[in-house]
């Protein structure tokens, strides 16, 4: 079946701008992730939705990241008034969550939107 | 604060050596572990996950180990081979993920 897809594949804007970033899931997939990876660096984890329950919001960056899920489906991530620090590979992620509360089945990976911030 | 390690940070080996990445964490109250895959440019490819009460998984040439207690896995690849040159990932689950922040691997032809 069909993967984790994200548009754009790129985005290069002026800074002080705005920019939505999408990410589809795996149909069925209760959770999802987004991370960034500034270049050279490990992949830092931003946000996370699991199911119906309040998402773990605790690695956005600042109050200019926010993000956004509909049910089980599509998801945005939103940078107001962008910086050049915000220049990464933003990388989605979905994944079942296990029964009995253990915890989370398989990540799997979109391609990422490479953000550009000039 | 969960942190995880991986060395070495780069490693080289001529093809058809076997070879051990390392991962350590320092919180051992996980859900799972992961190892991923990373090309350039390209995204985080699932290679093999443990979950907490599991010891080891394996996958065609990939065999991956857990040790909860000691905050530590080792991925193994046998018989290397240049398509196995990458960037490898771990990853902790507990109420965050966690990455490290990689070895990046060179199989020489």
């Known amino acids: 079946g069909a993967g984790v897809s994200q548009s754009p594949s790129n985005k290069v804007t002026e800074k002080g701008k705005d920019v939505e970033l999408r990410c589809d899931p795996i149909?069925?997939?209760?959770?999802l992730y987004w991370y960034r990876q500034r270049l050279g660096q490990g992949l830092e984890f931003l946000i996370y939705?699991?199911?119906?329950?309040?998402?773990?919001k605790s690695g956005l960056p600042s109050d200019r990241f926010s993000a956004e899920r509909t049910g089980e489906s599509v998801s945005t991530l939103t940078i107001q008034r962008t910086q050049q620090e915000d220049s990464a590979v933003y990388l989605c992620?979905?994944?079942?969550?296990?029964?009995?509360?253990?915890?989370?089945?398989?990540?799997?990976f979109g391609p990422g939107t490479r953000l550009t911030v000039l | 604060k969960q942190e995880v390690t991986q060395i070495p940070a780069a490693l080289s080996v001529p093809e058809g050596e076997n070879l051990v990445l390392n991962c350590s964490f320092t919180?051992?109250?996980?859900?799972?572990l992961q190892w991923f895959r990373q090309d350039p440019g390209k995204g985080l490819t699932s290679l093999l996950l443990?979950?907490?009460?599991?010891r080891e998984q394996t996958s065609g040439r990939l065999n991956a180990s857990l040790d909860k207690s000691s905050g530590r896995s080792t991925l193994y690849i046998a018989a290397s081979q240049p398509g196995d040159s990458a960037t490898y990932l771990c990853?902790?689950?507990?109420?965050?993920?966690?990455f490290g922040t990689g070895t990046s691997l060179t199989v020489i032809p």
């Open positions: 990853a902790v689950s507990g109420n965050q993920f966690y």
């Open positions: 992620a979905s994944s079942l969550l296990l029964a009995g509360g253990g915890g989370t089945d398989t990540q799997y």
């Open positions: 443990i979950q907490s009460s599991q």
């Open positions: 149909s069925g997939h209760t959770a």
């Open positions: 939705f699991q199911g119906n329950s309040a998402p773990d």
């Open positions: 919180d051992s109250a996980i859900y799972n």
